[in-house]
């Protein structure tokens, strides 16, 4: 009964994890790459372009100037923005394209590593592999008292747990703290 039950809950944290990291939430002090299609070409090249979000959560477009983002979905972004060219008559089928411009995520690892710093995000790390990207567990590492932090909410990892059995090494998240505390002994 217990293994079922650790099964299934392993299972839930698998899906969970999958199903927040499909689509990456828009933050402030990001910069997103804004694509325009379905218009005419002349029109594509003034709007296309890098474009910053700024304290307030908003990027400031032509034509139709501030949006507010931050806080959603990248998918979600696109369709305000062409609800907006359309709802403001500026084009009638336009097609949004956007990307979160890469190297600005970043997951912070410290304490007992042998690297200790920023690792920049990329969607296939986990818990072990943003460890193993800080250089790895040094000699003094308390590798079950691992502390993950997300959102302001802090849990302990045993991550020798993770080496018995892998599929509990979660995804992490841009944002996330990894601190690996010293062993007592």
């Known amino acids: 009964m217990k293994t079922l039950l650790r099964f299934l809950a392993v299972f839930v944290v698998v899906c969970v994890s999958r199903a927040a990291f499909g689509q990456a939430v828009l933050r402030a002090g990001e910069t997103v790459d804004i694509r325009l299609s379905g218009v005419p070409a002349e029109e594509i090249s ?31 972004a696109q369709s305000v923005i062409e609800e907006k060219l359309k709802s403001e008559k ?18 912070n690892v410290g304490g007992s590593v042998r690297a200790p710093g920023r690792v920049p995000y990329t969607a296939d790390l986990t818990l072990m592999s943003t460890i193993n990207a ?13 502390r993950l ?7 302990v990892v045993d991550t020798r747990q993770i080496s018995k059995h892998p599929e509990m090494d979660e995804k992490v998240l841009p944002g996330d703290q990894i601190e690996v505390p010293q062993s007592l002994w």
Do not use: C, E, W
């Not at 890098?50 to 990248?74: E, F, M």
């Not at 089928?93 to 970043?106: D, M």
């Not at 800080?134 to 691992?146: I, Q, S, T, W």
């Open 46 to 76: 003034q709007f296309s372009a890098q474009y910053p979000i700024d304290d307030s959560g908003n990027i400031n477009l032509p034509y139709i100037n501030q949006i507010k983002i931050a806080g959603l979905q990248t998918s979600q």
């Open 90 to 107: 500026i084009y009638t089928h336009p097609t949004i394209t956007l990307a979160i411009q890469q190297g600005q995520r970043f997951i």
């Open 134 to 146: 800080a250089g790895g567990f040094n000699d003094y590492a308390d590798r079950k008292r691992v």
């Open 149 to 155: 932090t997300r959102d302001g909410k802090m849990r």
